[in-house]
């Protein structure tokens, strides 16, 4: 079955730290992927998507992924994390031959101030 | 301009009860897709509606059901309540020509408690 694993639950860092989450899913086809966030008592919002092209993409405040597809994986970064970006991250992959969102479990991210 | 918008916020049922969840999409989108999230995990496809009609669905059973309304509303309805249905149920809109592949845009969700 086509599934997508965060590698972690829960992530803390100082404001100013590096921060990486890892993704990876399971399907063999073409897919599109996705990160999500929700902030403390918000709803999900699309943080970045890669449907093609260059393979590393950048989304909203200062976040970047890399696809790298021989290893299936999503992997989102950013370079220097602060206090507000405290939220819960979201994987998902969309496979290119249907309409649904495989999403992963999510990663709770906490930045000491 | 509003969101997705859906009601209610909170509901507590028991267990073999019917419940009825609303949800309207964001302004200029047609269509509607379902989401349940259990404590603890990503959110789980429950089904897509598009043009009044369930265009895919995902590994819940009949007892999951949903319809879409000419302004492109939608209601999600799970009959004989168990436990295992308590959970955050999400819907998201997507907006028209979009495809698949366009980002989806999400409510803030109805927290279901079946007791």
């Known amino acids: 079955a086509q599934s997508v694993s965060q590698h972690n639950h829960h992530v803390i860092l100082s404001e100013a730290a590096s921060l990486e989450l890892g993704c990876n899913y399971s399907y063999g086809g073409t897919v599109n992927l996705f990160w999500y966030v929700q902030y403390p008592g918000q709803h999900l919002q699309l943080l970045l998507k890669?449907?093609?092209?260059d393979p590393l993409v950048k989304g909203i405040k200062g976040f970047e992924a890399e696809f790298i597809k021989s290893k299936f994986s999503f992997n989102l970064r950013k370079p220097s994390v602060q206090w507000s970006d405290t939220a819960e991250y979201f994987c998902?992959?969309?496979?290119?031959?249907?309409?649904?969102?495989?999403w992963g479990a999510g990663t709770k991210l906490i930045i000491k101030p | 301009d509003a969101g997705v918008t859906q009601s209610p916020t909170h509901l507590i049922k028991t267990r073999g009860q019917q419940v009825t969840l609303r949800c309207s999409p964001k302004?200029?989108?047609?269509?509607v897709s379902w989401y349940q999230q259990a404590l603890g995990q990503g959110p789980q496809f429950i089904f897509q509606?598009?043009?009044?009609?369930?265009?895919q669905r995902g590994n819940f059973p009949d007892r999951f059901s949903g319809h879409q309304f000419p302004n492109y509303s939608s209601e999600l309805n799970v009959n004989a309540l168990l436990l295992g249905d308590s959970a955050l149920y999400l819907c998201?809109?997507?907006?028209?020509?979009?495809?698949?592949?366009?980002?989806?845009?999400f409510g803030s969700g109805t927290q279901l408690s079946v007791l």
């Open positions: 302004s200029g989108h047609d269509t």
């Open positions: 890669y449907f093609s092209g």
């Open positions: 998902a992959v969309n496979p290119y031959s249907n309409y649904q969102l495989i």
């Open positions: 509606y598009y043009e009044e009609e369930e265009r």
């Open positions: 998201a809109s997507s907006p028209r020509d979009a495809g698949r592949r366009e980002k989806l845009f």
